[in-house]
C-alpha cells in the first residue's frame, strides 16, 4: 500500500458461533475519536465514536446520538428513490440506531454533559449475517479505543431456535425456521438490553437463551479490553454538569418531610402533580425572594439548580417509600395491576377497532384490511422486500396532557409501532389461509406508562374485531425494577412516574402459551439472572388477567369480516397459465377488473388474488379466471365455439385459448357429408373431451353428446370409423324418418345451432 507509513494497522480476531469475528482499526478515519470496522462472513460494519470539546450553552442533559446509516451499495444496489441516493433512515435503520443506543447510554457517566456522536454505516452485507449485533460490538469498539469516558465495554449477539436447538448468531436464511429471534447485549457481569420476537417461547426457555446469550458475549467483551490495552487512546476531561451540593442539602432538609407527606397522601397521579407543583412555586419564590436581596450576581443562587434539587427529593423520596414501605405512588402493592377495561367496534365504516385501557393509559387501535397490492414495498439491505403486516403508532401531545408542534413521526413512536408489531407477528394467519394486507395504527389517547403494550392489547382486540382469524390473543405487560443498595423490587404495570425514576423497563407480551415479545431498557449497569426470573414470571401472571378481560369483551375473532372490509379470494394455478390470465398487454386482466369492479394480483408462482367490495362480483371474476386457466378434462361436456373448419373436421375453443378437434365421424348422430352443411364459422356448439394424446392434443365428440355416450364409448365408435346410425334422436329431430338430412341439404333453414 502506498501512503503514510508510520500509520499503523491492526486486526483482532475471536471465534462467535464457531465464526471468525475479525474487528479491524488504524485503517479508516484517523480524526474521529475511535474508528474500526467489524467483520462477520462478508458483513462488515463501520463505527466512529466521536466527544465534543466544548458543550452547549444550557444543556441539562446528556446529548449522546447514534445514527446508523444503512448504504445500499453494501449490497451492491442503487436506492430506488427519485434521487437515487440514501434519504432519511428506513425504519429498519432507526431500529438498529435505537437498540445500539440503549445499549451504550447507561455506562456514561451521569453528569457528563459534552456531545457525544456515534455513526455507523454498512459498508458490505452479504444478506445472511445481520448488522445490528455487530454495529453493538463496533460502536463499542470505537468508544472503547477512543478519548471518550465510558464505562464499557458491551458486546451484543443474537440466539435463534431451530428444531429445539439454540443457535448463536443465526443467519437470515436460518431465522426463517427459527421460532426465537433474540438479541442480547451486556457487560462482563450482567445484560442490560433485550430485543426479542419469538413464537410463543415459554420463560424456562426464554431464560435459558439469556444466560446463552450472555456466556456468548464474554471473549468478544475480552477483546475490546484487550484492543484498549494496545491501542487506546487516554480518556479525555469531560464537563461535568453544575452541581451545589450544599444548596441540594438545604433544599432537602426544606422539603423531605413535606414530600414525603405529599407522597402518602396524593396517591393521584393529577393531585400529587399539583401538590407537588404548588411546593414547588413556593420553594422558588423563597429563592427570588433571596436573590432580589443579594447584593452581587455571585450571591445569587441558581433556581434551576433549586428545581433540580427538589425532583431529587421526590425521586429519592418515591423510591424509598417503594423498597422500604412496599408502597407505590398510587397506593398498590408489587403485583397488582390497575383497572382494566376493553371495547371493540367502535367506529363506523373502519374495519375493525379496540379500545383497551388500564389505569389512565389509554389506546384505541384500528384495523385496515387491505389487497396484496398494498403491501409495503421496502427498499433496504434486509433480504425481505416486502411487508403484508403493519403496525405504527402515533403519540400526540394531549396524550400527556402537552401542546407542542407536531413535527412527524419520532424515532420513539417507530420502536414502539415495531415492538406492537414484532408482539402480533406470529400471531398472523399465513398469508395462504387469509391473503389480506393488514395495517394497525395505535392512536395514544391518554399516558400513564405503557402505552406500547396497552397497543399490543388494542391490537388484538381490533384485529378479532376486523374478523382476522388470529392464532390466539396476545396481551402485554411492562414491569419495572427500583434497586436501592441491595434491596430490589420488581414492580408490575408500572406507572409514568415509576418509568421516569425507576432503573428499568421491562415489557413482556405473549398469549396463554408462550411470549412472543420481551424488550429490556435499563438505567443501570445491568441486571442479574434472578431479577429477570422474578420479571418474567409476574408478567406471565400479569398477562393472563389482561388476557381474561380481553376474552371477555369478544371470546374469538368475528365468523365474517366487517361489511366495509374487500372480500377477497386465493386461487393457484399454473405458472404455464399466468400469460392467459393476463392476456397480450395485460389486456384479459384489464377487461375482467372493468367488467366486474375487482382488483386482481398474480404472483410469479401462480397465486392470483381477486378483491372486491361484494361477494357477487368476486365470483364473477373468480369464475372467468376458472374458465381461463381451466385443463381439459376427458368425459366432460363444454359449450365452445366453431373456430375451424377442415375437410376431415372442425376445430372448436371449447375452453379459452384451448381448441380440440372433432372429426367428421363424430360432428353428429347420423352420417355427415358436408360440414358446412352442419356448422358454421363462430357456431356454438356442444362438444365432449374423448380423449387428450401426450402432446396435448384434445379429441372432441358432439355425437357424444347427441347420443349420450361416455368417453370411452365415443373412443371405440371412433376407433371403428364413421357411424351409420340411425338413433331415435334423428327421428325425433327430423320429425320422421330422412327428410332432416334432405331439408340440410337443400339449403333451407337448417334450424337451430347445435
Known sequence: MIGDETRTVRQFTTEVGGEMLTIETGKLAEQAGGAVTVRLGDTMIFATATMSKNVREGLDFFPLSVDYEEKLYAAGRIPGSFFRREGRPNEQAILISRVIDRTLRPLFPDN???????????????????????GIIAASTALMISDVPWDGPVAGVRIGMIDGEMVINPTHSQMENSVL??????????????????????????????????????????????????????????????????LATEVADKVRDRVRQIIAEQTDRTGRNEAIDALREELLAEYEARNAAAETDEAKISLKLVREALNDVVKEEVRRRIVEDGVRPDGRDYVTIRPLSAEVNLIPRVHGSGLFQRGQTQVLTVATLGTPRDVQELDSLSPEDA???????????????????????????VGHGALAETALRSMIPPEDEFPYTIRLVSEVMSSNGSTSMASVCGSTLALMDAG???????????????????RVAVLTDIQGLEDHLGDMDFKVAGTSKGITALQMDIKITGVSREVMQQA????????????????????????????????????????????????????VVRGIQERTG???????????????VDGPSVAIAVEEIRRLTEEAEIGRIYTGRVSRIEPYGVFVEFLPGQDGMVHISQLADYRVENIEDEVQLNDEIMVMVIDIDP?????????????GWTAEEARQRDRKGPSRGGGGDRGRRSGGSGGDRNRRSGGGDRGPRR
Open 468 to 486: 382476522v382469524p388470529i392464532i390466539r390473543p396476545v396481551a402485554g405487560i411492562a414491569m419495572g425494577l427500583i434497586k436501592e443498595g441491595e
Open 536 to 587: 418474567l414470571a409476574q408478567a406471565r401472571d400479569a398477562r393472563m388477567q389482561i388476557l381474561d378481560v380481553i376474552l371477555a369483551t369478544i371470546p374469538e375473532p368475528r365468523a365474517e369480516l366487517n361489511d366495509y372490509a374487500p372480500r377477497m379470494t386465493t386461487l393457484k394455478i399454473g405458472a404455464a397459465k399466468i400469460g392467459a390470465v393476463i392476456g397480450p398487454g395485460g389486456k
Open 112 to 134: 457528563m454533559r459534552n456531545e457525544v456522536q456515534i455513526i455507523l454505516l454498512s459498508f458490505s452485507h452479504d444478506q445472511e449475517h445481520q448488522v445490528d449485533m455487530l
Open 387 to 413: 411487508k403484508r403486516y403493519l403496525h405504527h403508532y402515533n403519540f400526540p401531545p394531549y396524550s400527556t396532557g402537552e401542546a407542542y408542534p407536531l413535527r412527524g413521526t419520532k424515532r420513539r413512536e
Open 598 to 612: 375487482v382488483k386482481i394480483d398474480i404472483e410469479d408462482d401462480g397465486t392470483i388474488f381477486i378483491a372486491g
Open 695 to 707: 402432446g396435448g392434443k384434445v379429441r372432441l365428440s358432439r355425437q357424444a353428446v347427441l347420443e
Open 181 to 246: 429471534d433474540l438479541r442480547v447485549s451486556g457487560t462482563a457481569d450482567a445484560i442490560n438490553m433485550v430485543e426479542c420476537g419469538a413464537v410463543e417461547v415459554d420463560e424456562d426457555t426464554m431464560l435459558e437463551a439469556l444466560d446463552l446469550a450472555h456466556r456468548t458475549i464474554q471473549p468478544i467483551i475480552e477483546l475490546q479490553r484487550q484492543i484498549r490495552a494496545e491501542v487506546g487512546k487516554e480518556k479525555s476531561e469531560y464537563v461535568i454538569a453544575q452541581h451545589d451540593p450544599e
